[in-house]
């Protein structure tokens, strides 16, 4: 019924024996699908092994905004981008809060991954913060028409949302939208169309409400989506399936849905 969107399985603290428990509790509350997103090119190889028994994980290839110390050539990137099991290019994106002294290095990345999303024709999962202008300026600029992606564990305003929605992205809410601190951010999501939203976990970081403070796992993902069913005033049945339907969407996995 579930899909974790956007989970970092290869960053959580445990041993293979304790991601399978993992995942499998996870199964057990209704999750079907985990997409495991690489923030480091460097670590696609390991990230990759990690996963590669479980058929119901996807994994995406690219460099966090973050992770500008492990960059990589655009040739690089697309050759890992461009095997088989890739389904997605990043993360990738903008990130002036924590880090604005490599905004010039950010920028050359982002760049150079949207161009590798064109061309493989694979959508982009993108991290912004602090970075509204650049980051949809460089979309409009760059973008081919094709190309579609996600704005993941979105912070942003309805604005930025709409400007994405806009050029065929996707917005995808975490379980910030359950923190004390988040009421902007919920009412950008009462706003942003049902058909335009996918559910994640960010994990192993930013567990909902009432997990917080814990190491953060695909199956809270249910918690992120019974909050936001609330908000929108929609059951948590209906929620599911259109976010699932969403991701299976803009992901091309519609054979992994007949299967799950």
Known sequence: MF???HCHLDRLKQGPEELAETLNFARTRGVEHFLCVCVSVGDYDSMLAAVSQFDDVSVSCGVHPLHQDEACSYEELLE???REEVV???ETGLDYFYSPES???QLTSFVDHIKVANETKKPLIIH?????EDTINLLREHKAAHTKGV????TESLEMAQAAI???????ISGIVTFNSADELREVVKAIPLERLLIETDSPWLAPVPHRGKQNQPGYVVEVAEFIAELKNVSVKELAEITTQN????FSLADKKKAA
């Open 3 to 5: 899909v974790d969107s």
């Open 151 to 154: 704005l993941h564990c979105f």
């Open 247 to 250: 991701f299976y969407t803009l």
């Open 128 to 132: 912004t913060r602090d970075a509204r």
């Open 88 to 90: 997605a290019i990043g």
């Open 166 to 172: 806009e050029m065929d992205f996707y917005i995808s």
């Open 103 to 105: 905004k010039e290095v």
């Open 80 to 82: 890992k981008a461009q």
